[in-house]
């Protein structure tokens, strides 16, 4: 055959030879299928198809024309079922027979048949119709007239083989026989796309089904096939195969949630990739298809049924965000954490787990955003959306990835859409979708069973939790779940909300992503509904809320979280300022405003003042219901005021302070460690200090301006100078902030709920912290909180009087001299008196004594009270009353921690007075005898002399020796600046 | 049972001081956005920017003294503006200028507002509290050429003007002016004569602003008493107490009918704004947002209606907007309205 050249060989290809070609080619046909050796059924393949010539080898073959390649067509025609049947009964066979085989019988198939059926030569048939009847009439009857009905009739059947083929092969182990599937598929999507329309599913199943095959060259070749196809346009142009690609595609749609139950991961990713290869086919076809309300209805209730999350897991709700309780600090950490993490939270969803089935559907949803008529899309998820809570999750995702798409971000195609939507018309869209993400009914779902009530028990439980070291923190919580008879319908219904709110969030961000700098116009009604739920309880929400926040700082063109607050407070206030009129919204108010206190900064006061004010007026309003949400908000607040204002003052507080006693210790300043300064001068410093402490004590104030500007005169620090002028000019904000603030919380110190009191007391010592510098402020204040206070020291609960005490300490560093005579006459005789009946307690109790209250509190008394008498620098007698308090504790019974608060005491008394704690302990016990040094002087007689040793003889030694070491260095290091604030002057008086 | 009123569409915030008066401006094609104008006690005139809800430009011309009248002339790019310190301005802010093209001495040192009327394209009519006590000044604008000086008779005795409205029972015909007195009358006044034509005591107290429907030929006035009167002037000219309102406070520092003629608005010093029906004078609704007195209320003239808006400015500081009764839908879900086609 290879010999034969030119003319010659096309007379083997007249009508007339017809039945020596016909028995030549069941001969080999015959030799393919039955022949057991390899290597001929090889050769017969080989030699069908140099007879069909479409031989590829490398000889040059004269290239037929068009007219020779029809009169071939013509005559292979009558051939064509023969070779097909047969050919695909070798393709079908045994794999054993090897894939060299089969990937000849292959490209033999598609040989033949893309000879026969090719469209160019079926469309010129028609035409001249009658032509090849002038033969004879025996052979004529065995030329086949490829007229319409033939050819329908044909490709009927070879759908069939087609199918069986496709089916076989592209499960074939060998990637040589999907290759050459491939390259069957292109031929006959080029070639004969017209005539084998209904062979074309089959043909497309196979390609798109082999795009994400194992091997990487059939994956490339599928893509290229893919993109020539779609690029030749064969699908625009030819309506039918658009039709079969959209009945495919109905079929599939109607299909797909059955195979989505049925089919393991694997199968249902190929069932899908099917779905999104006709998709990207059909291209800006795919409007057609959309246009038909049947196929929108079952495209999207399958989408719906797919995409159905699973809700069972009870985790979701029980993870809490124990932050609002917790420090500052941890906002930052969460924030850099949300900006690590990957775009949106892993989804679980019912029918499979693999990711990229999620990611495979996000693809198709955005391909049909990217083709489709937006408007129509979205117009028919959001009625899906609104219609049933089963869809609403489901929707909101494939909205979220249709406006993706639109915008044509993160979607792979095929082919260009002809016009892309406007930003205008995205703006449109989303906005409306936003609206209804963001309205009541869809956005403030239960997410948790507590109610405000049983939040408040839930939460005094943890913090009693808390009080025992290492307590389980979510114990209490799943307790609270137990009880309750049935609380899996409820979990689930949560679970679903939880979901709900996370979905419609990431929507946020993707939308913003799709808008860019766009989006900041929407901020305004957006910005407040995501930093509400950022403040969720749920880690889930309020995580993925932080994301979608970093989200929109990103599209938005803002450098942090922080700039994006800072630069959009405004928005945030009016929608704070607004649902705090609301008494139902006033939690998610207040919640925003924490969440916005927390991750800004001090530049955002003068915003934040005017919505202050709100809350405190809505505080007034509501006393007694509300107290305790809006003291969370209250206690975020004045914690930020500490943290901005504070911290930055703190840091030049000690400095201060240490100038102060530079200048109090030595009066001329010049040089640091080089001058000592006289004993005596030192002794009328201390006898000038007294007295104006004194005066002081008598509430004499003009004294305590005179030492200011005393102290101001030499130095003139800024710092100085706003105490100083503080009468005259207005408040700094945050000064008023928090005095206002301190004012409500005088009259919630009395409130019935113990919760409430004791966050009242913790809004109080911040206040106190931030007003310290304010001292014309904080002392009335602290004249009116008095009585509420000393109330709770005295009689309340021990964990009130615990947070009562730290505040009395707070309160102590910063108007020290201004409570010393209410400590004495009010609170000392009632705290001294507690620790000596509590005293015997502690004494005999066992090692589980140290987790009690009683405990804790006389632990914090006692550390507390030793700093307390030196900033209030008691008189003698309350020192007296709380050495004698103290020295119980001083045994060698007591539990150690108490103890070593006791000696704390002890040490701190050291500093306010040695000589009188010199005395008192040695009246305890005295180890050295005290040899007077003139016979002249009587001898000195302490009670604690010649004693037995006893239960405290220990630590007073310990406390003796420490007070010995003290005054020795003390009196060598004075010239280089005493460590001690107030350093144990005149030791000399202990002779 | 009746819904409770509705919140402020939104507020804003940020002017630092006392919300004086207040101005819409809505007129422009698409790309232009809805701005207002307010001015404040400390002499400062913020354009805000009704999409973004901020502030686009802020004007200070009145060396820090309260500015008590905005209005837009020329389009969104000038704007007149009356302060405290005796001085109206013209203000170019065409092209992101700032900048007081021409001024205007009032010699009178009240409270008055101006009133502005268009009388031709590029002419304009403003009226303003004159050099005595008693008088109003007429003038033209941009020509600023004094028409004429309205000045009561010796014995008439009203006091000072308190507030001004222009009106004209239709384009071209002889302006009128409407004038409320310190001693509780309105004055209406022939521009074109000089003389009074009808005055009508209908408040014991300074009447405090006025508003006037030019097609029912009616108007309003708050006084600073619990009074709202509503009257009307006939065919021949006279004005003649048609209703007075009773109200539960006391002080309407601002009245303004929408201009739709549907409904009015007062600014009370309860901190209240009270919505009327224009027709019957039927109250609809009480808005309770602010925490000082309101000062001003004002209406926006978008051209569609259901993006006209209320705003309010108020002692503290901050301006409400309302979005209401500007949908027909919505007359069914709010059970304070009974609105019929008219």
């Not at chain 1, 999750?393 to 993706?404: F, R, S």
């Not at chain 1, 900064?601 to 949400?629: G, K």
């Not at chain 1, 608060?901 to 040695?922: E, G, K």
């Not at chain 2, 009133?115 to 033209?140: C, F, N, T, Y």
Request: a negative charge; charged letters at 20%; one cysteine or more.
């Amino acid at each position: 055959m290879h010999s034969a050249y030119g003319d010659i060989i096309l007379t083997l290809y007249q009508p007339s030879t017809l039945p020596h070609l016909g028995f030549a080619v069941s001969l080999l046909l015959a030799l393919a299928e039955q022949e057991k050796a390899k290597q001929i059924k090889l050769a017969a393949l080989k030699c069908l198809q140099v007879l069909i010539l479409q031989c590829d080898c490398q000889e040059h073959h004269r290239l037929l024309d068009t007219v020779e390649t029809r009169q071939c067509g013509n005559l292979f025609a009558s051939f064509l079922p023969g070779i097909s049947t047969a050919l695909s009964r070798v393709i079908t066979g045994d794999i054993k027979q090897g894939h060299m085989v089969t990937v000849s019988a292959i490209r033999l198939f598609y040989h033949t048949v893309s000879l026969v059926m090719a469209d160019e030569q079926l469309a010129t048939i028609t035409k001249d119709e009658e032509k090849p009847s002038v033969e004879q009439s025996r052979l004529s009857e065995l030329v086949v007239h490829r007229g319409p009905d033939w050819v329908k009739s044909t490709a009927d059947k070879l759908s069939l083989l087609i199918h069986k083929i496709v089916e076989f092969a592209s499960l074939h182990p060998h990637w040589k026989v999907r290759m050459e599937l491939v390259e069957l598929v292109h031929h006959l999507m080029l070639k004969c796309s017209q005539s084998l329309v209904e062979s074309v599913g089959h043909l497309l199943k196979a390609l798109v089904g082999l795009v994400n095959d194992e091997s990487n060259e059939v994956q490339s070749k599928c893509h290229e096939i893919l993109r020539s196809i779609a690029e030749l346009r064969t699908v625009a142009e030819n309506r039918a195969l658009a039709d079969v690609l959209s009945e495919n595609l109905h079929s599939l749609a109607t299909a797909l949630p059955r195979l989505m139950n049925s089919q393991d991961d694997q199968g249902k990713f190929s069932t899908l990739n099917l779905l999104l290869g006709s998709l990207k086919l059909l291209g800006p076809e795919v409007n057609i298809v959309l246009n038909s309300a049947a196929h929108l209805q079952r495209l999207s209730k399958a989408l719906m049924q797919v995409l159905e999350l699973d809700v069972s897991d009870v985790k979701i709700i029980e993870e809490r965000r124990w932050g609002p309780a917790g420090s500052l600090g941890e906002p930052s950490g969460s924030l850099q954490h949300g900006l690590r993490e990957s775009k949106c939270q892993k989804k679980y969803f019912r029918f499979f787990i693999d990711e990229r089935i999620f990611s495979l559907i996000q693809q198709i949803c955005r391909v049909l955003g990217y083709y489709g008529n937006l408007y129509l899309l979205v117009d028919h998820f959001m009625g899906l959306y609104s219609e049933s809570v089963v869809y609403r999750k489901q929707a909101a995702m494939v909205l979220n990835e249709l406006i993706t798409g639109a915008a044509g971000l993160g979607v792979d195609v095929l082919q260009e859409r002809e016009t892309a939507v406007s930003t205008e018309d995205l703006k449109g869209t989303i906005t409306s979708i936003l609206e209804e993400y963001i309205d009541q009914a869809n956005w403030s779902l239960t997410t948790s069973i507590d109610t405000e009530g049983t939040s408040d028990e839930l939460t005094v439980k943890h913090s009693r939790a808390r009080a025992i070291p290492g307590g389980a923190h979510s114990s209490s919580l799943i307790s609270s779940f137990s009880p309750s008879s049935d609380p899996s319908p409820t979990i689930r219904s949560m679970n679903s909300n939880i979901w709900q709110i996370c979905i419609q969030l990431e929507g946020v961000g993707c939308f913003a992503y799709v808008l860019g700098k766009e989006f900041r116009l929407l901020l305004a009604s957006v910005l407040y509904p995501v930093l509400e739920k950022a403040g969720d309880s749920t880690l889930l929400i309020s995580q993925t809320a932080i994301g979608t926040m970093v989200d929109v700082c990103h599209a938005c063109g803002y450098d942090s979280v922080q700039n994006l607050i800072n630069a959009n407070s405004d928005y945030l206030v009016n929608g704070i300022s607004l649902n705090l009129r609301r008494v139902a919204h006033q939690p998610h108010a207040s919640r925003v405003l924490e969440a916005m206190l927390r991750h800004s900064d001090a530049s955002l006061l003068p915003l934040v003042e005017d919505v202050i004010r709100d809350v405190l007026s809505a505080l007034d309003q509501f006393y007694d219901d509300r107290a305790s949400s809006f003291l969370g908000v209250l206690s975020t607040l004045v914690a930020a005021l500490v943290q901005w204002f504070v911290v930055v003052k703190g840091k030049e507080h000690p400095q201060e302070q240490n100038l102060e006693q530079q200048s109090s210790t030595s009066s001329q300043k010049q040089g640091k460690g080089s001058v000592i300064t006289p004993m005596g001068q030192e002794v009328e410093q201390f006898l000038l200090d007294y007295i104006k402490q004194k005066q002081i004590a008598e509430g004499n104030l003009p004294a305590m301006e005179e030492q200011e500007e005393e102290v101001q005169a030499p130095h003139p620090e800024p710092e100085m100078n706003d105490t100083g002028a503080e009468g005259e000019t207005p408040l700094p904000a945050h000064a008023q902030i928090a005095k206002d603030v301190m004012e409500r919380c005088i009259h919630l110190l009395s409130d019935k709920s113990l919760r409430v009191r004791l966050k009242v007391l913790d809004v109080l010592e911040f206040c106190v912290t931030v007003l310290h510098l304010h001292e014309n402020q904080l002392l009335p204040m602290a004249h009116r909180a008095w009585p509420a206070l000393v109330t709770r020291l005295i009689n309340d609960d021990p964990l009130a009087v615990l947070r009562a005490f730290k505040v009395l300490c707070t309160l102590a560093e910063t108007c020290g001299d201004f409570l010393r005579r209410r400590f004495s006459r009010d609170v000392l005789p009632k705290l001294a008196g507690s620790l000596v009946t509590q005293a015997p307690v502690s004494a005999r109790a066992g090692p589980v004594y140290s987790h009690t209250l009683a405990f804790k509190l006389q632990l914090a008394v006692l550390q507390g009270l030793g700093s307390l008498c030196e900033k209030l620098d008691l008189g003698e007698s309350d020192l007296n009353k709380v050495a004698d308090a103290c020295l119980i504790y001083l045994s060698a019974k007591q539990p150690v921690k108490l103890q070593e608060a006791a000696r704390s005491v002890f040490l701190h008394l050291m500093c306010v007075d040695p000589d009188a704690t010199w005395l008192f302990l040695n009246e305890i016990c005295c180890p050295l005898p005290y040899e007077p040094p003139h016979p002249s002087l009587h001898a000195v007689k302490l009670g604690g002399m010649g004693r037995q040793r006893t239960e405290f003889t220990d630590n007073v030694l310990g406390l003796l020796g420490e007070l010995q070491r003290r005054e020795t260095a003390a009196f060598h290091a004075r010239p280089q600046e005493a460590p001690e604030p107030h350093p144990p002057s005149l030791p000399e008086a202990l002779g | 049972m009746a819904l409770p009123p509705p919140d402020p569409q939104f507020v804003l915030r940020g002017t630092g001081a006392e919300v004086q008066t207040l101005h819409f401006y809505c007129g422009g094609q698409e790309p232009d956005y809805p701005i207002l104008l307010s001015g404040s006690s400390n002499g400062l005139i913020h354009v805000w920017n009704l999409k973004t809800r901020r502030v686009d430009t802020i004007l200070d011309g009145h060396g820090g003294k309260s500015v008590y009248w905005v209005e837009a002339i020329y389009g969104r790019d000038r704007l007149l503006s009356q302060g405290r310190n005796q001085k109206i301005c013209l203000w170019d802010l065409a092209e992101g200028r700032n900048t007081v093209t021409d001024s205007v001495f009032t010699e009178n040192v009240g409270f008055c507002k101006c009133s502005l009327l268009k009388v031709a394209q590029g002419h304009w009519l403003m009226a303003m509290p004159g050099k005595d006590l008693d008088e109003v000044q007429v003038l033209e604008l941009p020509s600023k050429t004094s028409v004429c000086t309205l000045k009561p008779e010796a014995d008439a005795k009203p006091g000072m003007p308190m507030c001004l409205k222009l009106w004209q029972p239709d384009f071209g015909s002889c302006p009128f002016l409407l004038a409320g007195y310190e001693d509780g009358s309105v004055i209406l006044w022939n521009l074109s004569g000089g003389k009074i034509l009808s005055r009508l005591v209908c408040h014991q107290e300074p009447v405090m602003s006025l508003d006037f429907d030019s097609e029912k030929t009616k108007g309003v006035s708050g006084s600073s008493e619990e009074v709202l009167t509503v009257w009307s002037l006939d065919e021949q000219q006279n004005l003649k107490v048609q209703k007075t309102q009773k109200l539960v406070n006391a002080g309407i520092a601002d009245v303004a009918i929408r201009q739709d003629k549907k409904i009015l608005a007062t600014a009370g010093w309860d901190h209240r704004i009270r919505i009327f029906g224009w027709k019957k004078l039927k109250p609809l609704a009480i808005l309770d947002y602010h925490t000082a007195t309101v000062h001003c209320v004002s209406f926006s003239d978008h051209s569609r209606p259901s993006e006209r808006l209320l705003a309010a400015g108020s002692k503290d500081h901050r301006i409400s907007i309302w979005s209401i009764y500007n949908q027909t839908s919505e007359a069914l879900h709010c059970p304070l309205e009974t609105r019929k086609p008219n």
